[in-house]
């Protein structure tokens, strides 16, 4: 079955640095991959999309890539803010008959001021 | 513009018991999706209901069921519960079962004892 890896431990970063995260999976490539920003008690919410044929995408301070040889994807915050102090997720989905998501375990990022 | 509602935001219950979890999808919503969430784990898919049909189910038993309302909103429900339910259950909406990007609500926490 797919697999999907994110950094387990916690990342710790300055206010101001770039703060890079992980995702990598298993198998078979998938149609797209999505970021989710997701706080305390509260749902996801979606960041970016990127698609298996893109290299890059970017939205304000994000930036995801999507390497499909190597079977990563890296989503950076620049200029982070402690405000930024989340859980990310990463999520794939394969296509076909729905929009079902496969989520990664997240990565808890906080950014000391 | 009501984003996605569930309800009750917190249910406690003992095992064995039966549960049943709403949702209301984002407004011009049609699809809805649930998602498991166990503490320190990305959300796991349930199941997806489009036009009052169950599209698409993920690896549960047939203890989860669902239903969904010709106002698209949603309920599912678990029956005979077990410590190992004890969750944050997710509803997620979009419109059509292929929208890539999801609303998600912010939950109802389950415990059960």
């Known amino acids: 079955s797919q697999k999907i890896e994110q950094n387990s431990e916690a990342l710790n970063i300055q206010e101001g640095k770039t703060a890079t995260l992980t995702c990598n999976y298993t198998n078979y490539s998938p149609a797209y991959l999505q970021w989710y920003r997701q706080d305390p008690g509260r749902g996801p919410v979606f960041l970016l999309l990127i698609r298996e044929n893109e290299k890059e995408k970017r939205k304000e301070r994000l930036k995801v890539t999507f390497d499909t040889t190597l079977k990563q994807s890296l989503f950076h915050i620049t200029a982070s803010q402690p405000a930024d102090s989340a859980t990310y997720l990463c999520?794939?989905?394969?296509?076909?008959?729905?929009?079902?998501?496969?989520f990664g375990t997240g990565t808890l990022l906080a950014v000391q001021p | 513009d009501a984003g996605v509602t569930q309800s009750p935001t917190h249910l406690i219950k003992t095992r064995g018991q039966q549960v049943t979890l709403r949702c209301s999808p984002k407004?011009?919503?049609?699809?809805v999706s649930w998602y498991q969430q166990a503490l320190g784990q990305g959300p796991q898919f349930i199941f997806q209901y489009y036009e009052e049909e169950e599209r698409q189910r993920g690896n549960f038993p047939d203890r989860f069921s669902g239903h969904q309302f010709p106002n698209y909103s949603s309920e599912l429900n678990v029956n005979a519960l077990l410590l190992g339910d004890s969750a944050l259950y997710l509803c997620?909406?979009?419109?059509?079962?292929?929208?890539?990007?999801?609303?998600f609500g912010s939950g109802t926490q389950l415990s059960v004892l």
């Open positions: 997620a909406s979009s419109v059509g079962p292929h929208e890539e990007k999801l609303f």
């Open positions: 999520a794939l989905d394969y296509g076909g008959a729905t929009n079902k998501l496969i």
């Open positions: 407004s011009g919503h049609d699809t």
